[in-house]
């Protein structure tokens, strides 16, 4: 029995989860930005609250992963250093409902003269994003707080939206420098693990048959 199980055992061991797809991205393979950047500012009446860059996804899933070089000025902040990213539906050429939302605490200091890693956001239960539907990615700060969303080193555009103020409207949809940022789905586990935990089973219902089989043998004392 224990040969029955060793085989599909090792099996399931030694297969690896599928990778995680990628739904949309824009930044290179270093997942890093450029030192240039748009500034998201959280005091009313100081530039702009919120930041959207629309997107059309290239694949679908449920969202897993977030990566976005978003950084914490701290020349510029009395605020706290965090930011909050939004998922949005498309509404007209502008950001529409909320899909999720994420929180992040304690961003890297803008990087005037280099380059710095996006942050990654692990999402719990994302939302399903459907390849060739275009959504929007959107940033806020905090009050008093300034952070910046890094420019993607690959260059091309983006539709961009603004919001002035905490109740305002999004602004229609501009062609603009792209903000870097890439969204990746739940990996799923390969064909090859589901085969062998199959095969596993029916080793297991085998080696029960072969285990009543010699009962069913065994001489009466």
């Known amino acids: ?6 085989g599909p055992l090792l099996l399931c061991t030694l297969v690896p989860l599928g990778s995680a797809q990628t739904i949309f991205s824009n930044l290179d393979a270093s997942n890093t930005s450029t ?11 100081v530039g ?3 930041l959207a860059m629309g997107f059309v996804a290239t694949a679908s899933g449920q969202l897993g992963r977030i990566r976005i070089p978003i950084f914490f000025d701290d020349f510029s902040s009395s605020g706290p250093n965090s930011a909050t990213v939004f998922l949005l539906t498309d509404s ?3 950001p529409g409902t909320t899909m999720g939302s994420w929180t992040i605490n304690t961003l890297d200091s803008w990087p005037f003269s280099s380059v710095h890693s996006a942050r990654v956001i692990s999402v ?11 959504y929007w990615l959107a940033a806020a700060a905090p009050t008093n707080t300034q952070d910046v969303w890094g420019w993607t080193p690959l260059g091309g555009t983006l539709l961009s939206s603004l919001k ?13 420098t792209a903000a870097g940022f890439s969204l990746e789905a739940v990996p799923e586990p390969s064909m090859l693990l589901i085969l062998s935990l199959g095969f596993s089973a029916t080793a297991r219902r085998r080696a029960a048959r072969s285990m009543q089989g010699r009962r069913g043998n065994t001489p009466a004392a």
Do not use: C, D, H, I
Not at 1 to 6: D, E, G, R
């Open 164 to 176: 002035q103020s905490p109740n305002g409207n999004w602004s229609s949809g501009q062609q603009v």
């Open 92 to 94: 007209s050429g502008r």
């Open 1 to 6: 029995m224990l040969k029955a199980f060793l």
């Open 35 to 45: 030192n240039t950047g748009y500034g998201v500012n959280g005091t009313p009446g």
């Open 124 to 134: 719990t239960s994302g939302a399903s994003l459907s390849a060739g539907t275009t």
């Open 48 to 50: 702009y609250l919120e």
